[in-house]
């Protein structure tokens, strides 16, 4: 082992402030962008089920509309909620 | 052919996605490794004492701000040549973690610099290019950022990477040019230590384990722009993570 | 026009080129702006640092230069909005002859008004700086080659972000790296002039980068626009 003590391992001769300050720095911003890309899958899957929400209403929405041109008196194969 | 099967997002996404953690894994066991090696193995320099340990972190981020950038002119030139959807992603996708390197390597020269030659700035050759790169990289992300309509945004980011990238060596070029015309007013960076063969093993470690670090991030973020591009697709709304939160939602 | 043959490309190009020039010199205000601008920063410095005259000498040429450059990006608003706008610029792109010959012929109309202003001025603002005729010369020489570099590359800029909000802030950020090196040795040739170094080598290079630049940008910008106009 080439550091005798604890304390020389954080001083590193003097230069604790400059080597500690980088290592530091840098560890905390690569942290962050794990979490940061962690927190875009969420956001991402997120984004897919608002895609989707909006997709069934389309879909919802398209259907009210077959419907009500028809008329109310005939039977439509699509009144079943087939919203999918 | 097998490579043009993993240019669909569909296949890429799920190859993506069983790559990444086994990278993560690599890139830290080498992170451990190469610290160790650099901070509990290697000796003191004899010119900047334990100073110099900061390029077991410069130099590796220093290389990958260069290297990421060279990727992202490759992925470009595909993308502008094939027209691949999944070139512009993956270029995007590898931006951030290029910008952020190329930010520590300024943050960790400026803090070798202040206690080897006095001062944290220097306008040496390598240290004014590389924020100049640091520019690049900004400028991509605001560029693909600012435009809304995504075909538009990977094409014009892909010029972008592609005219910056021929401009990278002309800019390095030219500031070293500039730099040794002043020679008299600055200090240059670009003396390192001697490097004992340890010091080299860990330096080496490190390089490799950002590499990886940033494959993994790119890869994680290739696959959350892939699920928002293709969004209304069947394949994606079909994902097994999809459909949990889905049900996660409704039950809320 | 239909009825007849295909205009040759370089008939298109003086067409283009006409037309810029005439518009140009009907709305004077606007690159006249520029102009003005130019002459305005360049007086500001020695406001700004004082009228030590070494100190000026030294300044000179790269307040000169940086000056040009901010003028050459403020001006690239005009390169294509307005066509852009107008549809003009989508008739340019339908057109038969090539979109990168015709963006050629609208740079050239463009650095003639906004470029070779700045060329013929800067002797004369350099005066302000204690710059003798040779360095005067050179500065001169420098804008000369460097100023259709600046059109060249800030047009690449100006295409990408057209249409694009925030467009003006976003080219500058986009344009800077890409201007150092044309700085950086048209300053280097006056600096190493004014030294006894003789300046050769760095007209030299600043040749190369316009010859590069000639060959790159037309073909950027071109892509560029048809991106902008889908």
């Not at chain 2, 002119?73 to 995007?92: E, H, K, P």
Request: glycine share 8%; proline share 5%; net charge neutral.
């Amino acid at each position: 082992m080439i550091w005798s003590s604890a304390a020389e391992f954080w001083a590193m001769g003097g230069y604790g402030d400059y080597v500690w300050g980088s290592m530091g720095v840098s560890l905390v911003l690569l942290a962050l962008e794990v979490l940061t890309t962690h927190m875009g899958r969420r956001q991402a899957l997120d984004a897919v089920c608002e895609a989707m929400e909006a997709d069934t209403e389309e879909v919802h929405d398209e259907q009210q509309r077959v419907h009500a041109s028809l008329g109310p008196a005939r039977m439509n194969p699509l009144s079943s909620g087939a919203s999918s | 052919m097998k490579l043009f099967h993993y240019a669909a997002p569909h296949n890429f996404y799920h190859l993506a996605g069983r790559l990444w953690p086994w990278l993560a894994l690599v890139a830290s066991a080498l992170a451990v490794a190469g610290l160790w090696t650099g901070f509990m193995v290697a000796p003191s320099d004899a010119q900047q004492g334990q100073a110099y340990r900061i390029i077991y972190i410069h130099v590796p981020v220093s290389w990958m701000a260069m290297l990421i950038y060279l990727a992202m002119a490759f992925w470009s030139v595909l993308g502008l040549a094939f027209q691949t959807r999944l070139s512009g992603l993956m270029t995007r996708a590898l931006a951030p973690t290029g910008a952020l390197m190329a930010f520590l390597s300024l943050w960790t020269g400026a803090l070798w610099g202040k206690p080897m030659w006095g001062t944290y700035w220097v306008w040496d050759a390598r240290l004014t290019s590389m924020l100049i790169l640091l520019f690049l990289y900004l400028g991509y992300i605001a560029l693909t950022s600012a435009i809304e309509d995504p075909r538009r945004s990977d094409r014009a980011g892909a010029l972008l990477a592609v005219v910056g990238s021929v401009n990278v060596p002309i800019i390095y070029f030219s500031v070293q040019w500039w730099n040794t015309l002043h020679q008299g007013a600055s200090v240059s960076f670009t003396q390192s230590p001697r490097m004992a063969s340890v010091m080299l093993t860990g330096m080496l470690l490190m390089s490799l384990a950002m590499w990886l670090y940033a494959v993994a991030m790119a890869l994680r973020r290739v696959r959350s722009l892939i699920l928002v591009r293709d969004s209304h697709a069947a394949w994606v709304q079909q994902l097994p993570e999809v459909l949990a939160l889905r049900a996660l939602r409704s039950a809320a | 026009m239909s009825a007849q043959a295909l205009p040759n490309p370089w008939q298109a190009m003086a067409g283009v080129l006409q037309r810029d020039l005439r518009l140009a010199l009907r709305r004077k205000a606007e690159w006249l702006g520029a102009v003005f601008f130019f002459v305005v920063v360049v007086a500001l410095f020695p406001l700004a640092i004082g009228p030590e005259p070494d100190t000026l000498r030294l300044i000179g040429p790269g307040v000169l230069w940086v000056a040009a450059l901010l003028a050459s990006m403020l001006s690239l608003g005009r390169l294509f909005e307005a066509d852009h706008l107008d549809g003009s610029l989508e008739q340019l792109a339908l057109s038969a002859a090539p979109l990168s010959w015709l963006v050629v012929a609208k740079l050239g109309a463009h650095w003639l008004i906004s470029g070779l202003p700045l060329v013929l001025l800067s002797p004369i603002l350099g005066l302000q700086f204690g710059l003798g005729p040779e360095a005067l010369g050179l500065l001169a020489l420098t804008l000369l080659i460097g100023t259709p570099v600046l059109s060249l590359l800030g047009a690449i800029g100006a295409a990408l972000t057209l249409g694009v909000r925030g467009g003006g802030v976003l080219q500058s950020l986009l344009l800077l790296p890409l201007y150092v090196p044309v700085l950086v040795f048209g300053t280097g040739a006056v600096d190493a002039q004014m030294r006894g170094l003789g300046a050769q080598a760095h007209v030299s290079v600043l040749l190369a980068l316009l010859l590069a630049a000639a060959a790159l940008s037309p073909w950027a910008c071109a892509a560029a626009l048809r991106l902008a106009l889908e």
